[in-house]
C-alpha cells in the first residue's frame, strides 16, 4: 500500500492506493468551495472501494468523479483498485420464478480458487460459498441454483465473483428474475371475438347490412305487388 502526500494551499491530502489506478486531486483550500476528486482507473480496471476520513463513500462516485467539501485541514483517502474480468455467457440472463433451471456464468478468468479463497455476491450479500460455489474448471463456469433464486425478489439483480488468486480482481453480471407467462392465457384473449358496435363497423358487416336490405326490399315489392292485384281482381 502506498502512500502519498500533497499540499494544497493550506490542506493536506493522504492516499492510499491499492490496486491499478489512481485518485486525481486537485489543489484544495480549507473552506472553499467542492471540488472534484477523479476516479483514475488504468485499463481493464475499476474502483471497487473508496473512503475519505473513515467513511466509506464508494455509493457517492459518480461517473468516476466524487465531489467533495474540504472542511478540514487535512483529507485522508483510501481507495481499492481491481482488475475486471468479463463475464462471457449469463450476463443478462434470465431466471422463471419457480423453475428448476439455474443460471450459468462463464468468465474469462481462472476460477480454480474461486471456492476456496474467493468470494461470491448477490446484490451486495455474500453466499456461502461451501453451499453455492459451484464451479466447472474447464468451461471456466460458476452456476447459482434455482432453489436460491427463487428466493429472490422479481426484477434485476446483479452477481459478483471476487478473485484472490491468481490475480485479485472481480466479476460481474445482471440477470433478471421474471415470472412464467402463460401462453394459453394469450391465446384465449386473442381469440374473443370483437362485436361490431356500429353500422359500419367493418366491411364484412357492411356487406351483411347491404344484403339484408336487398332482401327487405324485394320482400316489400312482393307484398305491394301482391296488393296492386289483388285490388284490380276485385274491381273486375
Known amino acids: 500500500m502506498d502512500a502519498y502526500v500533497r499540499a494544497g494551499h493550506d490542506l493536506f ?21 467542492d471540488v472534484e476528486v477523479g476516479i483514475v ?4 480496471n475499476e474502483l471497487v472501494y473508496l ?10 462516485i459518480q461517473n468516476n468523479v466524487f465531489r ?14 481491481l482488475r475486471v ?32 479463497r474467493g468470494n461470491l455476491m448477490i446484490d451486495g450479500e455474500y453466499l456461502d460459498v461451501r453451499t453455492y460455489c459451484d464451479v466447472d474448471l474447464e468451461n471456466q463456469t460458476v452456476t447459482i441454483p434455482a432453489d436460491l433464486l427463487n428466493t429472490l425478489g422479481l426484477g434485476e439483480h446483479i452477481f459478483e465473483a471476487y478473485f484472490s488468486e491468481p490475480e485479485s ?3 460481474r453480471a ?25 353500422v359500419f363497423a367493418s366491411e364484412g358487416g357492411s356487406a351483411e347490412i347491404a344484403n339484408e336490405l336487398m332482401v327487405i326490399t324485394v320482400i316489400s315489392g312482393i307484398i305491394i305487388a301482391t296488393s296492386i292485384v289483388a285490388r284490380a281482381t276485385k274491381r273486375e
Do not use: M, W
Open 169 to 171: 480482481g472481480s466479476a
Open 174 to 198: 445482471r440477470f433478471r428474475i421474471v415470472e412464467e407467462v402463460n401462453d394459453d392465457d394469450d391465446n384465449a384473449e386473442e381469440d374473443v371475438p370483437v362485436p361490431n358496435t356500429g
Open 68 to 81: 467533495v467539501t474540504p472542511g478540514t485541514e487535512s483529507l485522508t483517502f483510501y481507495a481499492t483498485f
Open 41 to 44: 482507473p488504468e485499463p481493464g
Open 13 to 33: 491530502v493522504y492516499k492510499y492506493i491499492t490496486g491499478n489506478g489512481n485518485l486525481d486531486v486537485p489543489n484544495i483550500v480549507v473552506g472553499g468551495t
Open 51 to 60: 473512503e475519505l476520513d473513515g467513511q466509506e463513500v464508494t455509493d457517492q
Open 85 to 116: 474480468y468479463p463475464v462471457l455467457e449469463g450476463d443478462g440472463g434470465e431466471h422463471i420464478i419457480g423453475s428448476e433451471e439455474p443460471l450459468v456464468f462463464k468468465i474469462d478468468n481462472d476460477i480454480t480458487y474461486l471456492c476456496d
